[in-house]
T-cell receptor
Framework: GAVVSQHPSWVICKSGTSVKIECRSLDFQATTMFWYRQFPKQSLMLMATSNEGSKATYEQGVEKDKFLINHASLTLSTLTVTSAHPEDSSFYIC???????????????FGPGTRLLVL | AQSVTQLDSHVSVSEGTPVLLRCNYSSSYSPSLFWYVQHPNKGLQLLLKYTSAATLVKGINGFEAEFKKSETSFHLTKPSAHMSDAAEYFCVVSAGGGNKLTFGTGTQLKVEL
């Protein structure tokens, strides 16, 4: 259980184009999903928190107009990198948190990641 | 505020020998603590989690971790390393009932024959 998928697994695009990455929770409903960015040999950096039916909450320093997040349903969140540039090249990982309260509700289940290369 | 420190950026062990990956945390609240593993070019897989129940937590693939409040530690151990354990390991803390996870900088585990 608690499987999260991402699509595509990797993408190459030209500078100036937009790229959409999908994150799906396959066997549970996720009211909250998270988007992270990971640079080579570094830890994960939280970009934004995505809540179903409301606007995403972005971390300080993350451009919301650059990284558009849409949490369309309880099982799908999308990240669109708009007008991509080479410096946007990175490994993007999403996670989803099952609903429910109590301790341990912070547990997040991660997707396999999407590697973006902008030429 | 919460933070987590992974004391070793790289650990190298021989196959069949014990594994110890060290993690210390700081939190203003009673924390939940997690260990995740990441294989190359893959997402993160949850190994185990501590959420205020038993202080010795058993996870998948023979890993376990012990929550020690007096030492603010949550070290990850495994009695006998396997080649397939070679990966990056992240210690993660969550506290205060918030949504966010705070990640350590990771420990690269190398397993040699």
């Amino acid at each position: 259980g608690a499987v999260v998928s991402q699509h595509p697994s990797w993408v190459i695009c030209k500078s100036g184009t937009s790229v959409k990455i999908e994150c799906r929770s396959l066997d549970f409903q996720a009211t909250t999903m998270f988007w992270y960015r990971q640079f080579p040999k570094q830890s994960l950096m939280l970009m934004a928190t995505s809540n179903e039916g409301s606007k995403a909450t972005y971390e300080q320093g993350v451009e919301k107009d650059k990284f558009l997040i849409n949490h369309a349903s309880l099982t799908l969140s999308t990240l669109t990198v708009t007008s991509a540039h080479p410096e946007d090249s990175s490994f993007y990982i999403c996670s989803a948190r099952p609903p429910g309260g109590g301790r341990g509700r912070e547990t997040q289940y991660f997707g396999p990641g999407t590697r973006l290369l902008v030429l | 505020a919460q933070s987590v420190t992974q004391l070793d950026s790289h650990v190298s062990v021989s196959e069949g020998t014990p594994v110890l990956l060290r993690c210390n945390y700081s939190s203003s609240y009673s924390p939940s603590l997690f260990w995740y593993v990441q294989h190359p070019n893959k997402g993160l897989q949850l190994l185990l989690k501590y959420t205020s129940a038993a202080t010795l937590v058993k996870g998948i693939n023979g890993f376990e971790a012990e929550f020690k409040k007096s030492e603010t530690s949550f070290h990850l151990t495994k009695p006998s390393a396997h080649m397939s354990d070679a990966a990056e390991y992240f210690c993660v803390v969550s506290a205060g009932g918030g949504n966010k996870l705070t990640f350590g900088t990771g420990t690269q585990l190398k397993v040699e024959l």
